[in-house]
């Protein structure tokens, strides 16, 4: 009698624990997984399948024709079956980087089981992971003092509705007193409040700058540049609305006009340096148009500049007042002597031809700017690499 309960309680004690691997999600699979060498295997079970590829920003790029361009997409890999299990080894180690990945399992799109870091792109989610080293540790949480990321919102009048920020403070801000300089800093088409704190890994990259003293002590404001929009999808009244590229009032004005709003907000809500050497504006693609004509339209606001993997000039149907006179915009802008106008982009970037043109027009007008290209085309790892470059030239005394 005994020997049947203890056998009756093995019994029970293993379906519990089934019940709660079931429950957990407690995958065997190891994937993905990074090697001493970093060399990167990533694995998935679907023994029925036919055909398994992994697809990531790891691989080398095919072009791609999309609405708006041609682009260079991530390349794609086979991954070879056993027992079940399908894998694939990089076969040679990967650089210090922030990696994005994909499945596809007979030609459907999955996110890697066995991963639980994975982020949104406007409509796409991917699964991330790290190589760590050289200008990739900016991109990990180090063992160095914290800022603080705030989701704030503010009243816009201009817009009529109430809409969200997400607000970087360096370590020791709340007890400090000091008055800091603002960086606003712009996300591009189809992205939100949230894309530099998730994708840009933007409150990492300034806690491990200003931690080594590369970079000063800054509040950042990441604002949402969808004028139509309060706030990020899913986060906002709207509910559970698909994200979408095609957004009104991205592109035509409406966002610039109301920008003062934004800086007037937080010069009243934080302890800021309210003066023009105490504001950089830059933002990458979408991003980088706004930050091009709101620093025009406002000469006296902003002391630096960055433009990252810019659009330049609105489309031929767009009327605004924000876009008349662009020229003589620029010359009154340039001749107030900003700080730092920073253009930078990748050698392989669709905007590649129009920013190259943009330049053009500034070295024939004399006005001052710098210049940093890498590499490859209209990417968050170039944007990354540019907040890291660009941050550590604000506000130097």
């Known amino acids: 009698m005994k020997k049947y309960i203890l056998l009756l309680t093995l019994a029970a004690s293993c379906a519990g624990m089934n019940a709660q691997q079931a429950l957990w999600g407690g995958s065997q699979i190891v994937s993905p ?196 929009l309060q706030a990020a999808p899913g986060e906002s009244s709207l509910g559970f609305a698909a994200p979408s590229m095609q957004l009104p009032k991205t592109m035509e004005g409406s966002f610039e006009n109301h920008f003062p709003e934004v800086v007037n907000f937080i010069d009243k809500n934080y302890r800021t340096v309210k003066s023009k050497k105490g504001r950089a504006i830059a933002g990458l693609s979408m991003g980088g148009f706004h930050s091009m004509h709101i620093s025009k339209e406002y000469p006296d606001m902003f002391d630096y500049v960055g433009l990252f993997s810019a659009a330049i000039m609105p489309g031929k149907d767009v009327k605004s007042p924000v876009y008349e006179n662009i020229e003589g915009k620029l010359k009154t802008q340039f001749e107030k002597k900003p700080a730092l106008y920073w253009i930078a982009i990748g050698d392989k970037d669709f905007l590649y031809q129009a920013n190259k043109d943009y330049r053009k027009m500034l070295d024939e007008k004399g006005y001052k700017y710098s210049y940093y290209e890498t590499p490859e085309g209209h990417i968050w790892k170039n944007w990354r690499i540019y907040l890291t470059e660009f941050a550590p030239q604000l506000f130097k005394k």
């Open 33 to 228: 997984e990074i090697h001493p060498d970093n060399t990167v295997t990533f694995r998935i079970a679907a023994p029925k399948a036919v055909k398994v590829q992994v697809t990531g920003d790891f691989l080398p790029t095919q072009k791609m024709q999309t609405p708006f361009g041609e682009f260079d997409a991530p390349g794609a890999a086979d991954m070879v079956e056993k027992d079940g299990v399908w894998e694939y080894t990089t076969p040679t180690p990967l650089a210090p980087e922030l990696y994005s990945y994909t499945m596809l399992v007979d030609g459907l799109k999955i996110n890697d089981p066995s991963n639980v870091y994975r982020i949104r792109d406007v409509k796409s989610v991917t699964d991330v992971f790290i190589i760590p080293g050289e200008r990739a540790d900016l991109y990990k949480i180090n063992d160095v003092p914290h800022g603080t990321v705030s989701k704030v919102w503010y009243n816009s009048p201009s817009l009529g509705m109430d809409r969200r920020l997400t607000v970087y403070t360096p370590a020791g801000y709340e007890t400090s007193g000091k008055r800091y300089p603002v960086f606003y800093l712009l996300h591009g088409m189809g992205g939100d409040e949230n894309a530099w704190t998730e994708l840009g890994r933007a409150a990492q990259i300034l806690d491990n700058l200003i931690a080594q003293g590369k970079a000063e002590p800054m509040i950042v404001v990441m604002t949402n540049g969808n004028a139509a």
